[in-house]
Every structure is written in C-alpha cells, then in structure tokens.
C-alpha cells in the first residue's frame, strides 16, 4: 500500500527538550515537505525539501530543523528554540516541487 | 503578499441541501488551485485541483469545482450533502514555477439531520 506514515501520532515533550517527528513515503516522491497547523489558522510551511540532501527554508523555519538522507524519509526536529510548539505537524510529498501535494495522518505534539 | 481567503469559517447545511464553499486569490497570475478536506485529527485528503483547460472541475466524493478568472475564485460545490461530509474543507493555491502551497484559514462544515 503506498502513501506517507507519519509516527507517533501524539506526542509529548517537556519544555527544553528536543523532539523529532518521523515522516516515511513509499511513493517514490521527491519532493517533502513539513507544515504546521494551528487551530484556525490553515497550514503554514515549515521547510521542504526537493532532492535528497536538499532542503530550504519554509515561512515558519525558526525553532525547527530537518534532514534528507534518503528519498523516502524527512523527519523535523523541533527544538527547544520553538517558542510555542504545540501543533498539529503534517508531512507531505510529491513527485516533484511544483506538483500535487498529498498528506500524511499528522502527529500531534504537545508540550507539557 | 499571495494570499488565500476562505470568507466562511463555519457552515452548517441540513443533509440533502445544496453546498457552495468559497474561495479567492489574491496576485494576478493563474495559479494551480486545489481543494482539500480534513476530518478531525487527521491528514488532508485531495478533492480537486485545477491547473488549466475546463473551469469547471470534478473530484471525488462528488464535490466539483469552477475556476473563474475574473473574479479570481476557486469555489467548491456539492449538490445534495451528506453527512459524512461533515469536515473542515481547505483551499490553497501553488504559483507556477514555486514549490510553496499557499493555504486559506479553512471553512468549517457541519451538517444537521
């Protein structure tokens, strides 16, 4: 079955600790992306990446850090930098960068 | 600035009404122009997109959608709700040649018995 996991899909984390969020895509996509969403607001876009050891900067990138050492995988760090880090957190993919986006299940954090 | 406006934040419909959810674009070139849903706590799902040819645009779950130039809007329609259409429906625009999805603050959708 083919798509984006995105684990856990709740997580918690003491102020000051750093947390990393696992995204995984089996589409054979180039393209990744990481977005925030908050309540009312839509999604805003955190960082992307179009190539394997490539990534930019999105709107929102303080606080936040990512890799890209294989195709598949893109996991965000949220550092204790992040002023205000409880969110919803969405991982996307597509084939390339200005193509269709589709999204992972998300994975709540909260911090405590 | 690109911007995305969605002019509704909740919507309630009885089951069996018609739907026509909102949107507009700010900034002059056609963008590629999609509409996503979200049930709660979860990811977004495509409905439709549009990136040129037939304003008029159909996607799954029997939700379509009319591009219009002059007006600068994307809105999504639905002609007899159900009720597990009952989620918060998304709008967002991607400007040819840029990888970013500019996204609208989303409409709410309730649907009564």
């Known amino acids: 079955d083919g798509g984006i996991t995105q684990s856990p899909k709740y997580l918690f984390r003491k102020e000051g600790q750093n947390v990393t969020l696992s995204c995984e895509q089996n589409l054979n996509h180039d393209a990744m992306y990481w977005y925030r969403q908050d309540p009312g607001q839509g999604l805003r876009l955190i960082y992307y990446?179009?190539?394997?050891?490539?990534?930019q900067k999105g709107d929102i990138a303080e606080g936040y850090s990512v890799s890209r050492e294989k195709k598949e995988s893109f996991p965000l760090t949220v550092t204790s930098a992040q002023k205000n880090p409880t969110a919803f957190y969405l991982c996307?993919?597509?084939?390339?960068?200005?193509?269709?986006?589709?999204f992972g299940p998300g994975t709540r954090l909260t911090v405590l | 600035a690109q911007s995305v406006t969605q002019p509704d934040i909740h919507i309630t419909v009885s089951e069996g009404a018609s739907l026509e959810l909102r949107c507009n674009y700010s900034?002059?070139?056609?963008?590629?122009l999609f509409w996503y849903v979200q049930s709660p706590g979860q990811g977004l799902q495509l409905l439709l997109k549009y990136f040129s040819g037939d304003t008029l645009v159909q996607g799954i779950k029997g939700f379509e959608a009319e591009f219009k130039r002059s007006q600068s809007s994307f809105n999504l329609r639905k002609p007899s709700v159900h009720w597990s259409d009952a989620a918060e429906y998304f709008c967002?625009?991607?400007?040819?040649?840029?990888?970013?999805?500019?996204f609208g603050a989303g409409t709410r959708l309730a649907v009564h018995p």
């Open positions: 967002a625009v991607q400007y040819r040649g840029y990888n970013k999805l500019i």
């Open positions: 996307a993919s597509s084939y390339e960068g200005t193509d269709t986006q589709y």
């Open positions: 900034y002059g070139a056609t963008p590629y």
């Open positions: 990446s179009q190539i394997v050891n490539d990534f």
